[in-house]
């Protein structure tokens, strides 16, 4: 088994590990940084349950190759901003108020789009919200509740981007 | 039965069991892995219908890091059948499934060898290189071909046909004879899948030792399950522990036994080493239960002013390959699930179940429900035209009132008894459907074209069954620090149910919220569990918890009378305190600690009763005749649950449902050619709704009747929402067309077949 060398900063913090090179960054992240809470659901680019923040675009982790993420930054649902005292970030305890989640496996991959969303269009609407969101599957909640905690959750990026 | 007081139940209190899952440290089945796991990839046959002439392993066992493939002939000469868990027709035991497929193969995906390596990419490796001869036999496509016998899926057997039955009530002939109007049509409901988020998984760790099992990633029913598993296993139940991580969706379909709950377990103590298998999303589409593909022919009898005499018709049944745990539940439902909310003197339901060469079907939220409400609300739909009835008016003149209810809907179904409908208030459901919808103003809008669209409405009533018995099981135990712990024979699936227990609790133990851990599903938590199906996690393991609990305040009593030296009803509790007179109060841990550390009560709720939820949908619908294309541009779906534990939560799964439901409309569809090939399995061609989809969509939760079979009063409430979806947005799809003339009689409803429609319609 040949392995190669891959270097990138995943939640803040520089990583480097040792992998195939057909090894996809969901794996490498779930499976040698132990980073699990990064779901895969498909492994084809659908679902959007693998959904990471590289280089502040949301993208599909099963779609990019380790190797592909050499000297990127990365930011996974557990380096996702959290509150003060270690509660729930705004976003996540938006999703908690609006009871937009129910299994909780499509959860990661939603506040990883969303996030990086908010971030870039504090100020995106309904329509925006769901057409971006329309790259991630959930089975449980029928989507309502996911648009509302999103929609909720905008006034906090819109202080940071004014901050 | 008196109701329990009302503090915490009813609040739409926030999920304890977010936490997690928003910081992503929740555990799935694939985020555990014990040390030195081998990794399993499983080899599937790519023919529908064969007999194996032989598996070359040499090739994938010269792969280093690959330990064993194992096959049939590994497993002995006995193979194991998976069990019928429910619905057991005479006749089905012919059917079962092997746990890996032995002399032939039946459909697309049914598992040949299992690989072990160190990495799943090192058995997938392998798989490639694993050389299976397979010679083709015809292949049974659907029950039309399955009825012709010319191809026969079990030799043995001599017929694909493994079950005719034929049920009814009152006298269906004498009803037709009487009639002044009948028609009879044709329809058919489309095969489709749950489709969870997260795919199947299991970790098997076996300890050669202690000559016991462990087995993770287990939910739905799993002492049934370790039951199935300890017989084919040749072990002790007592030596196998099935244990329920967090679950990524079940809907049905999930946690049922499937072949690698036993192949896994199998691998990992043939090798004595922790073996791991997690699903991929093209095995899953072939490998899961799939669901909801029923014909039908149905006739209804009615007097000219629209009073329903009789329904009478034939529910055809494809069943895959095999008969699984789930045995006759989809076609037997569907044809009990005719009769609807409905005063009806008579029905007649012939059901038969046809084996094809597809992977084999199973229940999906609502099974047979959907299908039937479907087939006869289009049926009525096309009858109230006929007779120049409006459609709202002609359904709710043939509600059944309250005054009629309980309403017994006899025997339909050979392996259950009698059944009735038990309360509720079944025409205010469906008034309050049309008021929330605005039907009347609507109205205007029927059959009309606006820039271009054609504008529908429809309204349609439904009944669900829910809360299956025979019992469940709760154990609480309160511990040194104040906290109780319960365990429950109930399985989590992502329904929220560790906030819903609490709730219950916590009303019952006068406690607050936080003041307890729940454990659910495992086998280790309590003697024995019967899961979570038929929405019965609540009614059944909710009341469990409240004779429970009952049983812990006896307890702290008694425990807290000895301390006091008095007898155990001169104490009373009040928030987490016992209390006599002229003594200083104890905490419940202090009494705890005192009592040895722990105070250990276990309670049962037996109950054989039925709960029946009922409601009605309406929708508002746009459809561009030049597309195809179909808008929906308002839903209300009413659904009576009885109790609301926690509202949010109901509400939650009421849009979960209907948003599946609109799916198994207009996208959900399992598609197979003549081969009985799946030409659909991965989710770029599969497709569920996205959140673009339905924006429009509004549920609304009634607590009118409870329910009078359990003492919190609740029905089952995860399944309903998704019962009238397929007939509402079909009978407004026809609604809008009415001028055209076009009846929808098969679902999905996709651009292409709606497009398809109206040419034909057209040119004729």
């Known amino acids: 088994m040949v392995t190669r060398t891959s270097r990138f900063n995943v939640n803040g913090k520089p990583v480097q590990i040792d992998v195939e090179p057909r090894t996809n960054l969901a794996d490498a992240l779930r499976h040698h940084l132990k980073l699990t809470g990064t779901h895969v659901g498909c492994e084809h680019g659908v679902c959007g349950a693998c959904t990471v923040i590289v280089d502040g675009a949301a993208i599909r982790s099963c779609l990019m190759l380790a190797a592909q993420a050499e000297g990127s930054n990365i930011i996974t649902i557990e380096g996702l901003p959290r509150g003060q005292g270690d509660t729930l970030g705004p976003l996540a305890a938006s999703f908690k108020k609006h009871h937009a989640l129910q299994c909780g496996f499509c959860t990661p991959g939603i506040l990883t789009t969303a996030h990086a969303l908010l971030t870039e269009e504090p100020d995106a609407d309904a329509d925006r919200i769901r057409d971006v969101l329309s790259g991630n599957l959930c089975r449980c909640t029928g989507y309502i509740s996911i648009i509302d905690a999103v929609l909720d959750a905008r006034s906090a990026y819109q202080k940071q981007k004014i901050a | 039965m008196t109701v329990v007081p009302n503090t915490l139940i009813g609040q739409e209190l926030e999920r304890t069991e977010d936490l997690r899952f928003l910081t992503g440290t929740g555990t799935f089945v694939d985020d555990y892995e014990p040390a030195c796991t081998l990794h399993a990839a499983i080899l599937r046959s790519s023919v529908a219908h064969g007999r194996i002439v032989g598996l070359n392993k040499n090739a994938a066992l010269k792969i280093r890091g690959v330990h064993a493939v194992l096959d049939a002939s590994d497993i002995g000469f006995d193979i194991p059948t998976i069990p019928l868990r429910l619905a057991p027709l005479n006749g089905f035991e012919k059917y079962l499934q092997p746990v890996i497929a032995h002399g032939k193969v039946r459909y697309v995906g049914e598992p040949v060898a299992i690989v072990l390596a160190d990495s799943r990419a090192l058995a997938e490796d392998a798989l490639e290189v694993l050389d299976l001869t397979v010679q083709p036999l015809e292949a049974v496509p659907d029950w039309i071909a399955a009825e012709r016998d010319t191809s026969v899926l079990f030799e043995q ?512 569809h399992l598609i197979y050619d003549e081969n009985a090939q799946l030409l659909n399995a991965s989710l770029a061609d599969y497709l569920v709704p996205t959140a673009s989809d339905f924006p429009n969509l509004r549920g609304v939760t009634l607590e009118l009747r409870p329910s009078p079979s359990n003492p919190l009063g609740a029905k089952g409430a995860g399944e309903g929402g998704i019962v009238a979806v397929a007939a509402t947005i079909a009978n407004a799809i026809a609604n809008a067309l009415s001028s055209l003339g076009i009846e929808p009689k098969e679902l999905p409803l996709t651009p292409p077949v709606l497009w398809r429609l109206v040419q034909e319609t057209r040119q004729r």
């Open chain 2, 157 to 668: 057997n001599r017929t694909n046909v493994a079950i005719r039955y034929k049920t009814h009530i009152g006298d269906v002939d004498a009803q037709f004879r009487a009639a002044d109007y009948t028609r009879k049509e044709k329809f058919r409901s489309q095969r489709h899948t749950a489709l969870p988020m997260e795919t199947r998984g299991v970790v098997a760790e076996w300890d050669g030792v202690s000559g016991r099992l462990k087995v993770s990633g287990a939910t739905k029913v799993n002492f049934f399950n370790r039951r199935a598993l300890a017989k084919m296993l040749d072990l002790p139940e007592s030596a196998i522990d099935l244990l329920e991580l967090d679950v990524g969706g079940g809907f049905g379909v999930r946690g049922e036994f499937y072949p690698e709950d036993f192949l896994i377990p199998f691998a990992a103590r043939k090798v004595d080493r922790p073996v791991k298998w997690i699903e991929d999303r093209r095995e899953h589409l072939l490998a899961i239960n799939h669901s909801r593909e029923i014909d039908c022919e149905l006739e209804i009898a009615c007097r000219h002013d629209g009073t329903m005499l009789a329904l009478r018709g034939k529910i055809y049944g494809d069943m895959g390959a095999y008969i699984r745990t789930n045995g006759g539940v989809v076609p037997a439902k569907a044809a009990q699930f005719l009769h609807g909310p409905y005063r009806l003197p008579a029905i007649e339901v012939e059901v038969a179940a046809y084996m094809t060469s597809k992977t084999p079907v199973g229940t999906y939220r609502a099974p047979g429900r959907v299908e039937a409400n479907f087939f006869r609300e289009r049926l009525i739909e096309m009858a109230a035209r006929d007779l120049g009835i409006e459609p709202a008016t002609f359904r709710r003149n043939n509600l059944i009132t309250e005054s009629e209810l309980p309403y017994s809907i006899g025997q339909l179904v050979p392996y259950e008894t009698e059944t009735q409908y038990d309360n509720g208030d079944y025409v205010a459901g469906f008034e309050r459907c049309l008021a929330e919808f605005g039907y009347e103003e609507k109205k205007v809008l029927a059959g009309k074209r606006v820039k271009g669209r054609y504008h529908g409405i429809a309204v349609v009533p439904f009944v669900e069954s829910g809360g299956a018995g025979p019992r469940e099981n709760a154990r609480m135990t309160l511990d040194r620090d104040g906290v109780v712990t319960i365990g429950i024979g109930s399985s989590a699936l992502g329904q929220g149910l560790e906030t819903v227990f609490a709730q219950i609790a916590g009303d019952a133990l006068s406690l607050p919220f936080d003041r307890f851990r729940i454990l659910h599903g495992s086998t280790t938590l309590v003697e024995e569990g019967f899961g979570t199906y038929h929405s019965r996690a609540v009614v059944m393991g909710g009341s469990a918890l409240l004779l429970a609990a009952k049983k812990l305040q006896q307890a702290i009593r008694e425990a807290a009378g000895i301390e006091f030296g008095c007898d155990a009803d001169a104490v009373s509790l009040v928030d987490g305190l016992a209390l006599t007179p002229n003594r200083p109060s104890l905490s419940f841990g202090e009494i705890a600690t005192k009592a040895g550390g722990t105070i250990v009560v276990e309670a049962t709720f037996s109950n054989t009763k039925r709960t029946y939820s009922y409601g009605a949908h309406a929708a508002h619908v746009a459809v561009d005749d030049r597309t195809g294309h179909v808008e929906v541009l308002d839903y209300v779906a009413v659904e009576d649950v009885g109790r609301a534990i926690n509202p949010a939560i109901v509400h939650g799964q009421a849009l979960g449902a209907l948003v599946q439901g609109l799916g198994g409309v207009f996208l959900d």
